[in-house]
């Protein structure tokens, strides 16, 4: 096969994917719609098949290095009363609520793309308008004007891609989580906990407020009720609702929506998977969200997109033609990609109940699940199976 190659999408799939495309002799461009490199960014978890990709890239001391240090999650009350603590080096298997590895999705990113930067080209502030596909390549036409030729494009964008709907349209079929949720950063105290708090009310709301780095914290509100379209909504009109909603709510809630006021990450989103048939067609190829987004709602999204990145890295180097690349990385990927996604809908419905009934059902089940016996059994399966498949080694 040729050897050029362009990634749409700098986030975590992306910049593993040209990492590993690089490592494997391939000239690797990477275009990205925002202006500049995006740091920060909600908790994200690094586990099992994904630690061992860091590992073979040499990245992991520096990752842990950088990981928030959050030493579990407990559930609380309206006055910060914990009834039920999930402690993370209390599991076997790193499948609790926080990973041994939590860290920024932005600092993640940020060190692949620092190991790669210098050997791809990183070109920001644009996107692809355009593809016109042929037996041997593909012509891109991108927003600024540019044209240039790939042998194989690689999308590695979003949920919400803009370019797999110019080259797949229709063909996503979300499954929509029933859940609602705003994300963005405060600023620490003192007297905060070292362990993330998970606060519940009524009507389906409900709080999070998980350690970061730099003096900070993230906050997430969370709304379980059916889609209404809030995804495509301005940005103020996101913040506007998120605060009508939460407006006469204890706990931390009145000091988290004084936040969101000044905060410059605000990050809505309506939870929903994305399914696609196929990922692949001609010379251009999905990866990460872009693929199939099994939502926050797995533990395992990030470890996902790092391992699908490795494999079609390494597939694209095993094979001189694309076809049989794509094929081959859809065999090793799709079994993982269904255990990232196999969550029943009922899961956040009990989460975030929506009435007093429920919320005392939720209480006292999470009393009974902290005791010994069951918080080992909740730690050790809490997230999905991130070693779901044996991870090839294309290192040779």
Not at 71 to 97: L, Q
Not at 263 to 274: E, G, K, N, P, S
């Amino acid at each position: 096969m040729s050897r050029r190659i362009l990634i749409t999408g700098a986030s975590v799939a992306g910049n593993t994917a040209a990492w590993w495309l690089v490592r494997h002799g391939f000239e690797v461009e990477v275009v990205e719609r925002a202006p500049a490199f995006r740091d920060g960014g909600q908790n994200v978890d690094v586990r099992g098949n994904a630690r061992e990709v860091l590992r073979r890239m040499g990245l992991e001391d520096l990752a842990l290095a950088r990981s928030t240090q959050e030493r579990g999650t407990d559930w609380v009350t309206e006055d910060d009363g914990v009834v039920a603590r999930f402690a993370a080096d209390d599991s076997e298997t790193d499948s609790g609520p926080t990973a041994e590895l939590e860290i920024r999705r932005g600092d993640i990113a940020r060190i692949i793309y620092d190991a790669v930067g210098k050997q791809a080209r990183f070109r920001f502030g644009d996107s692809i308008a355009g593809i016109e596909q042929d037996a041997s390549g593909a012509k891109v036409t991108f927003e600024s004007g540019r044209q240039a030729r790939y042998d194989v494009v690689v999308v590695a964008e979003g949920v919400g891609s803009h370019t797999r709907e110019l080259l797949f349209p229709g063909e996503n079929q979300p499954r929509w989580m029933d859940m609602t949720l705003a994300y963005f950063s405060i600023p620490r105290k003192p007297e905060d906990s070292e362990y993330a708090r998970q606060y519940n009310t009524v009507d389906g709301r409900g709080a999070t407020l998980k350690l970061s780095l730099d003096g900070k914290l993230g906050a997430y509100l969370g709304i379980q009720k059916k889609p209404e379209g809030e995804h495509t909504w301005s940005t103020e009109q996101q913040r506007s609702f998120i605060n009508q909603q939460f407006a006469h709510d204890g706990w931390e809630i009145p000091r988290i929506l004084e936040a969101m006021k000044h905060a410059d990450d605000f990050y809505f989103d309506v939870l929903r998977q994305v399914h696609m048939e196929r990922w692949s067609t001609g010379r251009v190829v999905l990866t990460g969200d872009a693929a199939w987004c099994p939502t926050s709602l797995s533990g395992i999204g990030t470890s996902l997109a790092m391992v699908g990145g490795y494999v079609l890295a390494g597939e694209l180097a095993s094979h001189d033609d694309a076809t049989a690349a794509f094929a081959h990385y859809e065999r090793v990927m799709r079994p993982f990609v269904k255990e990232g996604q196999d969550i029943p809908k009922l899961v956040p419905r009990l989460l975030w109940p929506h009435s007093q009934a429920g919320l005392a059902i939720l209480r006292g089940a999470m009393r009974v699940a902290s005791t010994p016996l069951v918080r080992k059994l909740i730690n050790n399966g809490f997230a999905r199976d991130s070693n779901r498949i044996d991870l090839p080694d294309y290192r040779a």
